[in-house]
């Protein structure tokens, strides 16, 4: 496919990459100033344009700037009429009738959202292979997606805009809060006096089970054995060593007895917590 990118941030540059590195062709990087054009379209091999040039003809547009600019770059971009054929955004939140502008100058809209961090170009083109992309669009811009999803070594599936607040919302319970577990253990871990190199086995071999298992069946510790006075101990020891955690631990664990269905066991402790 000829492809043209608009926004080359973090996602615009790694796709682009990995389309590159596929096979298709980069025609043009649209970067809103011409600096941050020239750097990715050197990237790439493409054109360095700005909004206010003429769009090079092409099979597909992808729209990778922030999520609240998607809508003003499609009305400033439909009105250059451009002569491509499609156009999506990369945005897991974003509607596909943000781009209506776009759909009323004949283009066929979508949206291809990478499951995937991607923190810069290098990492997020590698870690797009392997990776899960959500495709809303319909037929046969669908199967167009579908088909460079495959390209780059990911996986389509597909998703309706009616469900992209809650799948949001599933993708930060997934990818942002274990890392606010994480900060919180390697806290009590330096308190310690434990390297926090220590714990990598332990938590790559809970995400293992987490997949292997699904995550209920994967719960191990005092919380799921409903071992109350091992869970007291740890309650007082970060109330004690690090009193910054201690309204965030018992919170993490009023949750797990909410999961293991012990809130009833548990709830003396935790509101002894409370009180103190
Ligand atoms: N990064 C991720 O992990 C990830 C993963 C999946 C999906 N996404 C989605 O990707 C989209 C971009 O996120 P990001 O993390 O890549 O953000 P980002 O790194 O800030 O990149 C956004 C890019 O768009 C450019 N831009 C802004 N307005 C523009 C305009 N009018 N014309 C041309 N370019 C413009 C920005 O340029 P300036 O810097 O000059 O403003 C920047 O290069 C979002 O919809 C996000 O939801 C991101």
């Known amino acids: 496919m000829r ?20 096979g298709h062709l980069i025609v043009g990087v649209v970067g809103r100033t011409a600096k941050s054009a020239e ?13 206010a040039d003429p769009l090079p003809s092409g099979d597909l547009l992808v729209i990778a700037t922030r999520d609240g600019a998607i809508a003003a770059v499609a009305s400033v971009l439909a009105a250059g009429g451009p002569e491509i054929d499609s156009a999506v955004h990369v945005s897991g939140l974003t509607p596909v009738t943000v781009l209506d502008p776009l759909r009323r100058q004949g283009m066929r809209t979508g949206s291809f959202h990478p499951l995937q961090t991607l923190p810069n170009p290098e990492a997020g083109a590698a870690r797009l292979a392997g990776a899960y992309i959500a495709i809303t669009a319909e037929e046969p811009l669908r199967t167009q997606l579908e088909q460079l999803a495959a390209d780059i070594g990911a996986t389509p599936f597909r998703l309706e805009d009616k469900d992209k ?15 606010a577990a994480l900060a919180m253990a390697e806290d009590l871990f330096a308190e310690a006096g434990v390297p926090w190199d220590a714990a990598r086995p ?22 799921a054995r409903g071992d109350v006075a091992t869970v007291a101990a740890q309650l007082e020891a970060v109330r004690v060593q690090h009193p910054a955690w201690q309204l965030g631990f018992a919170r993490f664990v ?14 003396g402790v935790l509101d002894a917590e409370e009180d103190g």
């Not at 990118?5 to 996602?11: I, N, S």
């Not at 607040?165 to 890392?179: E, G, K, S």
């Not at 009023?254 to 709830?267: I, P």
């Open 202 to 223: 332990l938590v790559e071999a809970v995400v293992a089970n987490a997949f292997d298992l699904g995550p209920r069946a994967a719960l191990t510790g005092p919380v």
């Open 165 to 179: 607040a809650l799948y949001h919302a599933a993708a930060a319970a997934a990818a942002n809060f274990p890392l």
């Open 254 to 267: 009023e949750l797990l007895t909410r999961l293991t269905g012990r809130t009833e066991e548990f709830e």
């Open 39 to 51: 750097v990715g379209a050197e990237m790439v091999g493409a054109a360095p344009l700005t909004p």
């Open 3 to 22: 492809i043209l990118l608009v926004g080359p941030g973090r996602a615009g540059m790694s796709l682009a990459m990995a389309f590159s590195a596929a």
